[in-house]
């Protein structure tokens, strides 16, 4: 009998809300075929959204339901448009609980998929 | 002659301002930054709706950040002094704050707030339901719908974050 497991990094308990939001936010970037994928602070992912843009807007959010839906997008090797600058103020939050935006999370999340920025995009690697 | 509420606000003003060039990029060391923002959270109970919704709107985006940074040294602060007064104090920053800006940002420090509270014994839908008089329409919708949110949803595991214990004293810390 195999071992038990033990959870390493982030886990979602199967079958919670938490578990279900997760499924939904990786399920609408992986089978993306509206506008693209816009990160970035909220009010600018709205106006992105406006501009018929992708983005998350899930009720159950939580950091790891944020992760699932760039995971999404990364598994499909989709384009992210930056819909914020990128500058200290929208990537700090300035205290040890937090030091990081949500948003400096995405573009760390993307960076280690080995997505890379051109203009305005973080786009897939190139070779795939 | 001036009303109480004026003299009120003014203090608040003055007190935010304060909090705005305050560092929070270090846990305080001594309890006078949080004290000050509990000072500022009672003085925002106390002023007329029409004052609150003057002070909320004018939150600059450098103070939104302050606010967040002190609601989770609150939390840690309710938990290492088991006040519910931390808890209360944690709440009103966000009623200042009114979820003006992102408000998954606000969801990460509530979580905090949540853990603390249930941590000391203290229901956060309680605390939470004495400030809706207080709170504007934005917060309180956001508030409701974080306390009614499914437990798995609001837990520290699900915002990366963890509490550890450093000299008998608790903090939160990134989880990885």
Redesign the interface.
């Known amino acids: 009998m195999p071992p038990p497991v033990t959870p390493n990094?982030?886990?979602?308990?199967l079958g919670?809300?938490?578990?279900l939001?997760a499924q939904r936010a990786y399920a609408q970037t992986f089978n993306n075929s509206q506008g693209p994928l816009v990160i970035g602070?909220?009010?600018d992912t709205a106006a992105g959204a406006d501009m018929g843009m992708t983005r998350l807007n899930e009720?159950?959010?939580?950091?790891?339901v944020?992760d699932a839906w760039i995971q999404g997008g990364v598994d499909a090797q989709q384009p992210f448009y930056l819909g914020s600058p990128i500058k200290i103020?929208n990537l700090r939050?300035?205290?040890?609980?937090?030091?990081t935006?949500?948003y400096f999370?995405k573009l760390q999340q993307l960076r280690a998929a080995g997505h890379y920025r051109e203009g305005d995009l973080m786009l897939p690697p190139k070779g795939n | 002659m001036i009303g109480a509420t004026d003299e009120s606000e003014r203090n608040l003003e003055h007190l935010l301002i304060s909090l705005t060039t305050a560092s929070t990029r270090f846990r305080p060391k001594n309890s006078d930054l949080v004290d000050k923002s509990l000072q500022a959270a009672e003085l925002y109970a106390e002023i007329s709706a029409d004052d609150r919704q003057s002070i909320s709107s004018e939150v600059s985006p450098e103070l939104r950040k302050k606010l967040q940074a002190i609601t989770g040294f609150m939390a840690e602060e309710a938990i290492n002094t088991k006040d519910r007064k931390w808890i209360r104090g944690a709440v009103l920053l966000q009623l200042i704050d009114d979820f003006g800006g992102d408000y998954r940002e606000n969801l990460r420090y509530l979580a905090l707030v949540n853990y603390a509270a249930k941590k000391i014994g203290v229901s956060m839908i309680d605390v939470v339901g004495s400030f809706m008089p207080l709170a504007s329409n934005r917060s309180r919708g956001f508030l409701q719908d974080f306390c009614g949110r499914d437990d798995s949803l609001n837990g520290l595991a699900s915002f990366g974050v963890k509490e550890d214990v450093v000299d008998g004293l608790s903090r939160f810390v990134p989880a990885s």
């Not at chain 1, 009720?59 to 790891?64: G, L, S």
């Not at chain 1, 939050?93 to 030091?99: E, L, T, V």
């Open positions: 990094g982030p886990y979602i308990e919670s809300k938490e578990a939001a602070r909220l009010e009720p159950d959010w939580t950091i790891n944020n103020g939050s300035g205290n040890p609980i937090y030091p935006t949500v999370r």
